[in-house]
């Protein structure tokens, strides 16, 4: 199956090796790259240590499929922190909150 044909009107849960490379790599040309959108779009770079997964635009609960069109990079901060809520303004993930300083 051709790689921008794969996926659509699939809505299993899928772990990101079981996406085909080719599809992935629609994913990357389409962002312009691989790195969180999420982090992108708020200024904030990524930490190394954060892996990225693969994010559906429309989450596969409200009817959202495994093409490539639905799919985007995000940090796993980011990932978990938005579950089945619609892309809105993006939240800062944990780990970019500032921190309370904390007293001497
Ligand atoms: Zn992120």
Redesign the pocket.
């Known amino acids: 199956m051709s790689p921008r044909q794969w996926g659509k009107g699939d809505r299993r849960r899928l772990s990101a090796r079981d996406y085909p490379p080719a599809v992935l790599a629609l994913v990357d040309d389409r962002q312009g790259g691989r790195f969180?959108?999420?982090?992108?779009a708020?200024g904030?770079v990524?930490p190394a240590d954060?892996p990225l997964q693969i994010d559906h635009k429309q989450p596969l609960s409200e009817g959202g499929d495994n093409h490539h069109l639905n799919l985007q990079w995000?940090?796993?901060?980011?990932?978990c922190g938005r579950g089945a809520r619609p892309i809105g303004a993006?939240r800062r993930?944990t780990w970019?909150r500032r921190r309370p300083r904390e007293e001497p």
Do not use: D, F, K
Request: aromatic share 0%.
């Open positions: 969180c959108v999420e982090c992108r708020l904030i990524t954060e995000t940090c796993r901060a980011h990932n993006p993930p970019a």
